[in-house]
């Protein structure tokens, strides 16, 4: 038998067995077993939050394999959401995952409730969706993304994401380091709100390498 305040041992030395419990009783979504996606489940998912589900629809492809941690290639054509909840509970025994394969779209019908929902598409529509989504059931959500050497996170609560220009964008190429660093900043703000932490929000962080490879971090107030 695991012994949860063994397996836990590190956070609680952090902020404390009160706090650890706290989060058994949370429950976020992750929209997206991609990149970001796999990051943050590796992440949240040994955290002890209480659920931690996964939505997409989409299968493992070759190309996905580099930078979206939790597949190898014998996950191959595997439902990505499927393969994620696997690897949670197999490094998480005190855990509750459920897959859903399926779009956004479908799963916002179910009318689940959680604490927190985490974004890791990778398309502005579908990002809108889940603002509109959060504003009309009051939950608060963190978007994230990735391209190229740069990323950006910001965790939504009054402003709209409609500020965002909605339009078609061809994702350029994507290095897996930068993937992980996004999703680590994007995990850390969530698993503090979960905690019952400060977190601000409503403010986007923006994260790139300048020409002289240095890491630049900019922050801008999101108009609500």
Request: contains cysteine; glycine residues 8%; charged residues 25%.
């Amino acid at each position: 038998m695991i012994n949860v305040d063994n397996y836990f041992n590190r956070q609680i030395q952090l902020w404390g067995k009160e706090r650890q419990d706290l989060l058994q009783n949370k429950k976020i979504a992750i929209i997206g077993s991609g990149g970001l996606g796999c990051s943050l489940a590796y992440a949240l998912g040994t955290s002890g939050i209480g659920q931690v589900d996964m939505v997409d629809f989409d299968t493992v492809s070759l190309h996905n394999i580099h930078r979206q941690i939790a597949f190898t290639l014998k996950d191959e054509g595997k439902y990505k959401a499927d393969v994620v909840v696997d690897v949670i509970k197999s490094k998480n025994p005190f855990v509750k995952s459920i897959a859903y394969r399926m779009d956004f779209e479908e799963f916002k019908k179910l009318n689940n409730n959680y604490d927190l929902i985490l974004d890791a598409t990778d398309n502005l529509k579908t990002r809108e969706d889940i603002d509109s989504f959060s504003k009309r059931t009051k939950t608060p959500w963190i978007y994230a993304s990735v391209e190229e050497f740069n990323g950006q996170v910001c965790f939504f609560e009054k402003a709209s994401f409609g500020v965002f220009n909605i339009g078609e964008h061809k994702v350029g190429g994507i290095t897996a380091p930068i993937v992980m660093h996004i999703a680590s900043l994007q995990a850390n703000l969530a698993l503090r709100y979960l905690a019952g932490l400060s977190v601000l929000k409503d403010k986007l962080y923006y994260l790139y390498f300048n020409s002289d490879g240095e890491l630049i971090t900019q922050k801008f107030n999101m108009p609500t």
